[in-house]
């Protein structure tokens, strides 16, 4: 007969039941990460509208989001040899819940930046640089982390999501560079970063000769007197609320 001490195998029902719990802690999880991802797609919406009403333009051409699929999350943390659990999620994945922000001119990426980090529940976490100091094969794009408070029914849960902002130019290249970079046997890679480096260099100078382009046409479009100005404000007013 067995001692009393013994260790008694785990029945099939313990062992369901554990599974059950891990599941629903992490349902719960990834519910914390699109809630806040909707949270901060909503300010930056309702902060594009604030711009068209006090600047006339709207500096957010889209807004893109998405949220990491579980094979996705698996596959980071194992190779980054980190333990697959729920702490180890929240506390080492940041790009769990991703939202893309294409703007169509440069200065509005660092506009948009600012008018984040102003937002009073939001933290920055950390910031990098690719626009000012590009990737090698010439990726370029300003990358935010951010926490934001997310209030459910259990607790509030401070979540961090990675902000992307970027141009219509750097988007387009991005995409077409992702989607290079997985195509199997690529001959001559070589040249072929060579000339990815070079499109990238020529998207940059785009970038900048368009914003250059549309300071000169704001300068010479103001009316010429206050009355006029004060009338088109109220007209693009009128059209926006009806």
Same mark, same amino acid.
């Given at each position: ?10 029945t ?54 998405r949220?990491?699929?579980? =094979? /996705?999350?698996?596959?980071? !943390?194992?190779? %980054? $040899? ?6 180890? *999620?929240? +506390?080492? @994945? ?79 290249? =991005? /995409?077409?560079?992702?989607? !290079?970079?997985? %195509? $199997?046997?690529?001959k001559?890679?070589?040249? *072929?970063? +060579?000339? @990815? ?20 046409i ?24 009806n």
């Open positions: 007969m067995p001692e009393n001490n013994a260790i008694q195998p785990r099939m029902l313990e062992n369901n039941l554990e599974m059950f719990d891990q599941m629903l802690e992490f349902k719960k999880l990834l519910l914390r990460y699109s809630s806040a991802m909707k949270m901060i797609c909503t300010r930056l919406q309702i902060l594009d509208e604030d711009y068209a009403i006090m600047y006339e333009r709207n500096p957010i051409h889209s807004i893109k989001s949220l990491k699929t579980t =094979a /996705s999350i698996i596959e980071k !943390l194992h190779r %980054k $040899k980190l333990p697959i659990s729920i702490e180890s *999620i929240s +506390e080492n @994945l940041h790009d769990v819940a991703g939202i893309r922000i294409i703007c169509s001119y440069l200065d509005d990426v660092y506009e948009i930046s600012r008018a984040i980090q102003k937002q009073k529940d939001i933290k920055l976490k950390s910031i990098k640089d690719y626009i000012s100091f590009p990737k090698e094969n010439g990726y370029r794009s300003l990358h935010l982390i951010v926490s934001i408070p997310v209030n459910l029914l259990s607790d509030v849960y401070d979540v961090d999501v990675e902000i992307q902002i970027r141009t219509i130019a750097m988007d387009f290249w =991005a /995409s077409l560079e992702h989607t !290079l970079k997985y %195509k $199997k046997q690529i001559n890679m070589d040249e *072929i970063m +060579e000339r @990815l480096q070079y499109c990238a260099e020529s998207i940059s100078e785009l970038d900048i000769a368009m914003m250059t382009i549309r300071n000169s704001e300068l010479d479009d103001s009316p010429s007197d206050v009355k006029s100005q004060l009338i088109e404000k109220l007209k693009k007013l009128e059209k926006e609320f």
